[in-house]
């Protein structure tokens, strides 16, 4: 029976936390870690068995999951001294869900290929709600066999997934150029609005016709957020994004391919910070266009 399967879940922040509870919920035996044990414990009450380490949660596991901030972050879940790897056994796999390097993912499939551990890049698109509404489009990269074996617990997480490629780091480009589109998406918002502010015209109204015009979830909510200019809290901090558009770059570079709109995007972003804004939603990097307009917030 699937659901009976094993998992280790390592990382309860914003997206881990609902991820974790939604295979709870698809009645998988799960076993979780963070390093604030508050959150892990708020879990235990749905069921979920709380380890001390993320080895001791691998320990007999046949699947460990981990959704944490970036290369080092997961590079010290995975390999430091309580790492998952000196415990996940032979042909038990990882499934990496975090933003991360091509670079990353490459080690990860080498390490655990050399200790026989399967290994999937499998990042996914969505705010804190929609993982716990289990509506996150989900991205997997890597053996085909692993990719099915894995499937199930893509059900349970999200509401459609994508397979892009045999090499696990395909999916962390794919994941990357993804949020670069997004965040092309809050630029181009924060342009028009500081434009329709200095003219007279409610961004409110205009985001009305955006919304008739385009139709999707991305321009609705990201264009309310920076309408309202509704920043806190963050779904997904700025200084986090400033990582990812640091990570498309690098694999821009890795190919050659120039990304102009990132780099500008990049210098507005880290301008951002610079402001104090590390903490805020990555939207609020608007607040930066609407600054160099001689705009100051409404609110």
């Not at 085909?144 to 997480?157: Q, S």
């Not at 028009?192 to 609705?220: E, H």
């Not at 309310?224 to 806190?232: G, P, T």
């Not at 804004?277 to 266009?289: A, K, M, N, R, Y």
């Amino acid at each position: 029976m699937l659901a009976a399967m094993k998992i280790a879940f390592i990382g309860l922040g914003h997206m881990g936390r609902g991820m974790a509870r939604n295979l709870l919920r698809a009645g998988y035996d799960v076993a979780v870690y963070n390093r604030s044990e508050e959150k892990a414990q708020a879990l235990a009450e749905d069921g979920a068995r709380v380890a001390s380490s993320p080895a001791e949660a691998a320990r007999d596991a046949e699947v460990v999951m981990t959704m944490v901030a970036d290369d080092h972050a997961l590079e010290e879940v995975v390999f430091g001294a309580n790492g998952i790897a000196s415990t996940l056994k032979p042909d038990g796999i990882h499934l990496s869900h975090s933003t991360i390097s091509t670079a990353m993912a490459r080690r990860l499939t080498a390490e655990h290929a050399a200790r026989k551990q399967g290994y999937l890049s499998v990042p996914v698109f969505g705010r804190p709600e929609a993982a716990d509404r289990k509506t996150l489009l989900v991205v997997a990269a890597g053996p085909e066999e692993l990719v099915e074996r894995c499937r199930p617990l893509f059900e349970a997480i999200g509401r459609q997934t994508f397979v892009v490629g045999g090499e696990p780091w395909q999916a962390n480009v794919s994941k990357v150029c993804g949020n670069f589109i997004i965040i092309s998406v809050i630029e181009a918002f924060g342009e028009a609005f500081a434009t329709l502010r200095k003219a007279g015209v409610s961004p409110q109204q205009f985001l009305g016709i955006m919304n008739a015009l385009l139709g999707s979830g991305i321009i609705a909510n990201y264009g309310r957020l920076i309408a309202d200019e509704q920043f806190e809290p963050a779904g997904f901090a700025l200084r986090l994004g400033l990582k990812d558009v640091r990570l498309v770059l690098a694999a821009a570079d890795e190919c050659a391919a120039p990304m102009p709109l990132a780099s500008l995007i990049h210098d507005h972003m880290l301008s951002a910070l610079a402001q104090g804004q590390g903490e805020l939603d990555w939207s609020s990097v608007t607040q930066v266009i609407a600054r160099n307009a001689g705009l100051k917030p409404t609110s």
